[in-house]
């Protein structure tokens, strides 16, 4: 049994050293580079110091957004809202606003359904995230009544090579953990010019990283809660490869 992350994963470092303890390997292989946007407009430096709410869509957008953090430090009355745990631990090193994140099942969906809950309508939103992210949140806060703005302030580009193919066991499983749709695509298009069929399982988030691709060289596709701990992800896929 071998665990390939392929996409940024806080609980990285942990799930390898249990791995040790337990006798699976876990090894990283990214399939994107991330590179900071400090191209930050004047006016969207002068909408942060005022607006009501603060959406970071990652981990990454609160890493990359150095040009902003100087002026959200002056608006100590905003809320800040982010997907989950993770993200908030990376907040509290900058900002001591309010934080707000879903408890589990971390998606834009649910933090939408809090930001619902909060009664924000005609408020003020900035949207901090990566160039090519969802929308999700942004289109509804719109039909909403909500004055949204958006900054990307980072964008992910694509490996020329990120996995090997002498990296891959051809006599046990090999669990393939993704969390952004472009590393999974750019992962698709390497498996297929294998020479072997070897045993992959992918593992993801959610169900919706595939809609529209094409995941029939994998052996299965599982999913595990971005929520879910170092400890959980071992117990998981442990258990389903003794039960395969």
Do not use: W
Not at 4 to 26: A, H, Y
């Amino acid at each position: 049994m071998k665990i390939i992350v392929t996409s940024d994963l806080t609980i990285f470092k942990e799930l390898r050293t249990i791995g040790v303890k337990r006798g699976f390997v876990v090894e990283k292989h990214l399939a994107l580079d991330i590179k900071g946007n400090k191209n930050i407009r004047e006016d969207t430096l002068e909408y942060i110091k005022k607006v009501n709410n603060i959406i970071f869509q990652s981990k990454n957008a609160v890493k990359y957004s150095e040009r902003l953090n100087q002026e959200i430090q002056k608006n100590k009355g905003a809320t800040m809202y982010c997907l989950g745990q993770y993200t908030k631990i990376e907040l509290r090193k900058y900002f001591h606003n309010k934080i707000i994140h879903p408890v589990s099942k971390y998606s834009s969906e649910n933090l939408l359904k809090l930001i619902a809950k909060e009664n924000k309508k005609n408020e003020s939103f900035m949207i901090i995230k990566g160039a090519g992210g969802r929308d999700y949140l942004g289109r509804n806060l719109i039909d909403k009544g909500c004055n949204v703005k958006t900054v990307n302030t980072y964008e992910r580009i694509v490996k020329e090579t990120f996995l090997e193919e002498k990296v891959l066991n051809i006599d046990s499983n090999n669990y393939l953990v993704v969390s952004s749709k472009l590393a999974l695509k750019e992962l698709i298009k390497t498996i297929m010019n294998y020479k072997k069929k070897y045993p992959l399982i992918l593992v993801l988030p959610n169900n919706r990283l595939v809609d529209g691709l094409n995941t029939k060289d994998f052996k299965d596709v599982l999913i595990i809660c971005n929520s879910s701990s170092a400890n959980d992800y071992a117990k998981i896929l442990k258990q389903y490869d003794e039960e395969k």
